[in-house]
């Protein structure tokens, strides 16, 4: 095969759909012939193989594998086009992947501390980056605070808290936000300038809903991360001026997608 353009679409297979809280589900795709280059962190524009649904963008859930798989962690919006789609597939169910895009990356010439703060399926860019930093294992110190209502939305909980015991260099926070009796429950937002006097010298990652990417950077930065700050929101299109909502595709053909 020659070397094609990168907007060339990716042609994927689904080897596993399960739900991994009671609205994320997770998704594993395996190259059917080339694999997609990318860096942890970056996104990609994810839909079925004849493009009946919308294009939506979801951010890789893991660090690139020899194999090619691709991990996507997707949360249901009511009456939403792609994710209810998403929710419905099935191993071996062929889908295709457009990208990489984004820059919520790690940048080569970085060395300082790591904070990477993520909120239901924004764990995927920052797992991804975790999954990087753990695997070069360069005594590069490292923390990831996840954000959940109750102890179902603790995405990866066991594998995090298993890298947390065995790897000095990295914490894993978990704070559940409607679970009073957990350790911790305050929200990002708060939480961080309890765990941290001065982040200047770090890196901060923080993805997710808007609302709480927003809101992390802000304090990120009012404890002096200035420009180390990357930010991902997981910002829903813009729909067409139309109380009317679109059908979800049902047939084999081909429908007209308007955006
Ligand atoms: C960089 C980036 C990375 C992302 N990564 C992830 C990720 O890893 N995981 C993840 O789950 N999401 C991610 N997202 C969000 C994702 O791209 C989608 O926006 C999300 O899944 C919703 O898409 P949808 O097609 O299901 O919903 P849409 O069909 O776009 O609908 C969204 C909302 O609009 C309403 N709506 C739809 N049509 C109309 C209409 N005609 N009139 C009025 N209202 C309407 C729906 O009811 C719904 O509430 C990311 C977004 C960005 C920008």
Redesign the pocket.
């Known amino acids: 095969m020659t070397e094609s353009s990168i907007w060339e679409p990716y042609a994927y297979r689904v080897v596993s759909a399960a739900m991994v809280t009671p609205v ?1 589900r997770e998704l594993w795709l395996t190259p059917r012939r080339r694999s997609l280059p990318y860096l942890p962190g970056q ?1 990609v524009l ?1 839909s079925d193989a004849g493009y009946r ?2 294009q ?6 893991n660090a690139p594998r020899p194999d090619g798989t691709l991990r ?15 929710h419905g597939l099935r191993p071996g169910d062929d889908v295709l992947v457009e990208g990489p ?2 820059t ?1 990356t790690l940048a080569d010439e970085s060395t300082g501390p790591v904070l990477l703060l993520g909120a ?3 764990l ?2 920052v797992k991804a980056i975790a999954e990087e930093l753990r695997a070069a294992a360069a005594g590069r110190r490292f923390t990831l605070v996840f954000s959940g209502r109750t102890a179902v939305d603790a995405i990866d909980r066991a594998e995090l808290q298993a890298w947390d015991r065995d790897d000095p260099t990295f914490d894993y926070v978990l704070t559940l936000t409607r679970d009073p009796t957990t350790t911790h429950h305050a929200h990002v937002p708060e939480l961080v300038p309890e765990m941290f006097a001065d982040l200047s010298g770090w890196q901060v990652f923080t ?1 997710g809903p808007p609302g709480f990417v927003t809101r992390c950077a802000r304090v990120a930065r009012e404890l002096g991360a200035g420009a180390a700050i990357h930010t ?6 813009p ?8 059908p979800l595709p049902t047939g084999d053909e081909p429908k007209e997608i ?2």
């Open positions: 994320v996104y994810l649904v919308p939506r963008s979801y951010s890789l859930a996507i962690l997707v949360t249901l919006v009511p009456n939403g086009a792609t994710s209810t789609w998403a895009f984004g919520f239901g399926s924004g995927a860019p993805s991902e929101e997981f910002f829903v299109d729909q067409p001026w139309s109380a009317v909502m679109p308007v955006q």
